[in-house]
């Protein structure tokens, strides 16, 4: 061996060989334990580089493992530990403990234990316990691990090697205690079966109507309650002091009270608080209201239906019954007897003594005619109002109606103006002489009227079957027409006597003899006058009076008019020309007054006359005389 050192320098001076030499490298692990253990293999262990070498580490008896160090950091409470391919030194440390163990102690209401809680024992050692008692209590019983050992004032744990319960248990020093007697009567009868409840206990009376309750602790104001099925149950206090106690009871017959109330729309018979006694039985009678109906019954709070009567049989407990009501609702039916004819509204549901609006609106070609209800007739007015109290049915009735147009002419063409009378309406013409009228009911001979001023009427009937209809009508031209009015007169008092005249066309003259009765009116020329009424302005110049001239034995009773115009004028409708006064004499009665005609001590004819404005004689004319009442 030339050199230990890896590293080797030397001066060359011959030829040299060196072998260099190996081995493996030892590595120390030093083993080390505390008090109350070792550790296996112990001090400094050599080991091989790259070897595994384990220790084992083992407490003795009443201690166990508190740590492991390695190298100084601990691997834990490790029983054993490897080191695996060492390749450096390295150390191990086991510590150890004794043992401890936990004494729960606790103790019930009524007194205490010392030590209490979790008291801690190291393991070997011994622990006493002292149980005491409160003022007025005494230990019942201690319990060591959940084992009786009798009522004990105290407890030792020897040489304790696990861990332990003690429990100690304390009850009230019973004080002294009575019975109480009560003896339950009712009208100096013993009630038997009666129960009391007293002092948290429930006992039934004997025949002899008594029961005994033992062990009464003292007190005051103790309270009990007897009852019994049939009675009214009785409560009072007793106070139990020094002694037994006796507590007698007179019970009373029983009644109960069944409420009975309804509500609105409605009454329930008999109502309020009644009173009924025990094992009687009661009933009621529920009512609505007009209008309304029975919702529900509630007996006690659960229902029985809609029921109009309900009755407690054997009423052995109170009761309650509530009757509540409702509106009655109706049902409105509405149709049509032709297919769509029209349309109706207003049918639906309705509360009773609701105000039901029914409207019927006919279609195109039809026409209604009345609502039926049953085949009766309800009304003939398409809006209809009714309260409702009942469900109601009913039909609209329509018909299938048409037009009728009139085409009104005369021998010139149209007649513009001509009133038309038909189906219950009046219309007029227009330019082209018609008049239509719609929504008109089928129907055979159904009468129409035409007039206009200056034509005859004109009247005729026509059928309306299943379309609708042009009726044309040819009016002719009317006669002249003289009305005297009818008018009334007071004895001694002038008169006017009023003369109309219509259907007249482009008058320029006229003439007018009136024939009165002597024996009503008198009449004079110097006492004649002549009232002229617009249109026609009368030339005052015109007018003749034909006295002188006449007959003799007509003089007192005929007045001639002769009326020139100004101006032409047309009458074609009905019209005042002239008014005549007349002096009524002191009579009462009635005389017809008349547009005559006679015969002139000329032998000139007279008569009533109208002239147009060519000078031609109108006539013949119609002549409507007039009766005058006088009222003396």
Same mark, same amino acid.
């Given at each position: 061996?030339?050199?230990?050192?890896?590293?080797?320098?030397?001066?060359?001076?011959?030829?040299?060989?060196?072998?260099?030499?190996? $081995?493996?490298?030892?590595?120390?692990?030093?083993?080390?334990?505390?008090?109350?253990?070792?550790?296996?293999?112990?001090?400094?262990?050599?080991?091989?580089?790259?070897?595994?070498?384990?220790?084992?580490?083992?407490?003795?008896?009443?201690?166990?493992?508190?740590?492991?160090?390695?190298?100084?950091?601990?691997?834990?409470? #490790?029983?054993?530990?490897?080191?695996?391919?060492?390749?450096?030194?390295?150390?191990?440390?086991?510590?150890?403990?004794?043992?401890?163990?936990?004494?729960?102690?606790?103790?019930?209401?009524?007194?205490?234990?010392?030590?209490?809680?979790?008291? #801690?024992?190291?393991?070997?050692?011994?622990?006493?316990?002292?149980?005491?008692?409160?003022?007025?209590?005494?230990?019942?019983?201690?319990?060591?691990?959940?084992?009786?050992?009798?009522?004990?004032?105290?407890?030792?744990?020897?040489?304790?090697? @696990? @861990?332990?319960?003690?429990?100690?248990?304390?009850?009230?020093?019973?004080?002294? =205690?009575?019975?109480?007697?009560?003896?339950?009567?009712?009208?100096?009868?013993?009630? @038997?079966?009666?129960?009391?409840?007293?002092?948290?206990?429930?006992?039934?009376?004997?025949?002899?109507?008594? =029961?005994?309750?033992?062990?009464?602790?003292?007190?005051?104001?103790?309270?009990?309650?007897?009852?019994?099925?049939?009675?009214?149950?009785?409560?009072?206090?007793?106070?139990?002091?020094? /002694?037994?106690?006796?507590?007698?009871?007179?019970?009373?017959?029983?009644?109960?009270?069944?409420?009975?109330?309804?509500? $609105?729309?409605?009454?329930?018979?008999?109502?309020?608080?009644?009173?009924?006694?025990?094992?009687?039985?009661? $009933?009621?009678?529920?009512?609505?209201?007009?209008?309304?109906?029975?919702?529900?019954?509630?007996?006690?709070?659960? $229902?029985?239906?809609? #029921?109009?009567?309900?009755?407690?049989?054997?009423?052995?407990?109170?009761?309650?019954?509530?009757?509540?009501?409702?509106?009655?609702?109706?049902?409105?039916?509405?149709?049509?007897?032709?297919?769509?004819?029209?349309?109706?509204?207003?049918?639906?549901?309705?509360?009773?003594?609701?105000?039901?609006?029914?409207?019927?609106?006919?279609?195109?070609?039809?026409?209604? #005619?009345?609502?039926?209800?049953?085949?009766? =007739?309800?009304?003939?007015?398409?809006?209809?109002?009714?309260?409702?109290?009942?469900?109601?049915?009913?039909?609209?009735?329509?018909?299938?109606?048409?037009?009728?147009?009139?085409?009104?002419?005369?021998?010139?063409?149209?007649?513009?103006?001509?009133?038309?009378?038909?189906?219950?309406?009046?219309?007029?013409?227009?330019?082209?002489?018609?008049?239509?009228?719609?929504?008109?009911?089928?129907?055979?001979?159904?009468?129409?009227?035409?007039?206009?001023?200056?034509?005859?009427?004109?009247?005729?009937?026509?059928?309306?079957?299943?379309?609708?209809?042009?009726?044309?009508?040819?009016?002719?031209?009317?006669?002249?027409?003289?009305?005297?009015?009818?008018?009334?007169?007071?004895?001694?008092?002038?008169?006017?006597?009023?003369? /109309?005249?219509?259907?007249?066309?482009?008058?320029?003259?006229?003439?007018?003899?009136?024939?009165?009765?002597?024996?009503?009116?008198?009449?004079?020329?110097?006492?004649?006058?002549?009232?002229?009424?617009?249109?026609?302005?009368?030339?005052?110049?015109?007018?003749?009076?034909?006295?002188?001239?006449?007959?003799?034995?007509?003089?007192?009773?005929?007045?001639?008019?002769?009326?020139?115009?100004?101006?032409?004028?047309?009458?074609?409708?009905?019209?005042?020309?002239? /008014?005549?006064?007349?002096?009524?004499?002191?009579?009462?009665?009635?005389?017809?007054?008349?547009?005559?005609?006679?015969?002139?001590?000329?032998?000139?004819?007279?008569?009533?006359?109208?002239?147009?404005?060519?000078?031609?004689?109108?006539?013949?004319?119609?002549?409507?005389?007039?009766?005058?009442?006088?009222?003396?």
């Amino acid at each position: 061996m030339v050199s230990t050192n890896s590293n080797y320098s030397f001066e060359v001076t011959e030829d040299s060989t060196y072998v260099a030499s190996f $081995s493996k490298k030892i590595y120390i692990i030093s083993a080390s334990s505390g008090n109350g253990g070792t550790i296996d293999p112990y001090g400094e262990i050599q080991v091989i580089h790259g070897e595994s070498i384990t220790f084992d580490i083992s407490a003795a008896d009443g201690y166990e493992i508190d740590d492991v160090l390695v190298d100084g950091s601990s691997v834990g409470k #490790v029983s054993s530990y490897t080191f695996n391919n060492v390749t450096s030194d390295h150390t191990i440390e086991a510590t150890f403990k004794k043992k401890t163990y936990t004494i729960v102690a606790t103790a019930g209401s009524g007194g205490s234990i010392s030590p209490s809680g979790n008291v #801690v024992v190291e393991h070997g050692a011994s622990k006493s316990f002292t149980i005491t008692p409160d003022s007025g209590y005494f230990i019942s019983d201690v319990l060591v691990d959940g084992q009786s050992i009798g009522p004990k004032t105290g407890y030792t744990f020897q040489n304790i090697t @696990s @861990s332990h319960t003690i429990h100690a248990l304390f009850e009230e020093t019973p004080p002294p =205690v009575f019975n109480v007697t009560f003896v339950v009567s009712s009208e100096s009868a013993p009630v @038997s079966g009666a129960t009391v409840s007293f002092n948290g206990e429930q006992l039934a009376t004997g025949i002899d109507g008594t =029961v005994t309750f033992t062990g009464v602790i003292p007190g005051n104001d103790k309270p009990y309650t007897v009852s019994k099925t049939g009675y009214q149950s009785k409560s009072g206090f007793v106070d139990v002091i020094d /002694r037994d106690v006796t507590v007698n009871v007179e019970l009373s017959r029983g009644s109960y009270t069944i409420v009975a109330t309804a509500g $609105s729309g409605g009454s329930i018979s008999p109502s309020g608080n009644v009173v009924v006694e025990h094992g009687a039985s009661k $009933s009621f009678t529920i009512t609505p209201d007009s209008g309304y109906e029975i919702d529900d019954v509630l007996v006690d709070g659960s $229902s029985v239906g809609k #029921v109009s009567s309900y009755t407690f049989d054997n009423v052995t407990s109170d009761h309650t019954i509530e009757a509540t009501f409702k509106k009655k609702t109706y049902t409105v039916s509405l149709s049509v007897n032709l297919p769509d004819s029209g349309i109706l509204t207003g049918e639906g549901e309705y509360y009773h003594g609701e105000t039901v609006n029914i409207s019927a609106a006919a279609n195109q070609g039809f026409k209604f #005619v009345n609502w039926t209800e049953n085949s009766t =007739v309800i009304s003939e007015s398409s809006d209809y109002s009714f309260v409702v109290t009942s469900d109601r049915s009913f039909t609209a009735n329509f018909i299938e109606v048409f037009s009728v147009t009139f085409i009104v002419s005369d021998n010139d063409g149209f007649v513009q103006g001509a009133s038309v009378e038909f189906n219950g309406e009046t219309k007029t013409t227009d330019a082209n002489g018609r008049a239509m009228f719609e929504q008109v009911v089928p129907g055979n001979d159904l009468p129409y009227a035409v007039k206009k001023g200056g034509y005859s009427d004109y009247s005729g009937t026509l059928d309306v079957v299943e379309s609708n209809v042009e009726e044309y009508v040819t009016l002719a031209k009317a006669a002249p027409t003289l009305i005297i009015d009818d008018s009334e007169a007071i004895a001694n008092n002038d008169v006017w006597i009023s003369i /109309r005249a219509k259907d007249i066309e482009s008058i320029s003259a006229i003439r007018i003899v009136i024939q009165f009765d002597p024996a009503y009116f008198t009449w004079s020329q110097s006492t004649s006058s002549i009232q002229f009424i617009e249109p026609l302005a009368l030339d005052p110049t015109g007018i003749l009076i034909w006295g002188s001239k006449m007959p003799e034995d007509l003089k007192d009773e005929i007045i001639d008019f002769s009326v020139a115009l100004d101006h032409v004028a047309d009458l074609s409708g009905e019209q005042e020309i002239l /008014r005549v006064k007349l002096k009524a004499k002191s009579i009462t009665g009635q005389s017809t007054l008349h547009l005559a005609e006679y015969t002139a001590t000329t032998g000139v004819k007279v008569r009533n006359q109208i002239i147009d404005k060519n000078g031609k004689d109108l006539g013949p004319m119609q002549l409507v005389p007039g009766v005058i009442t006088i009222n003396q």
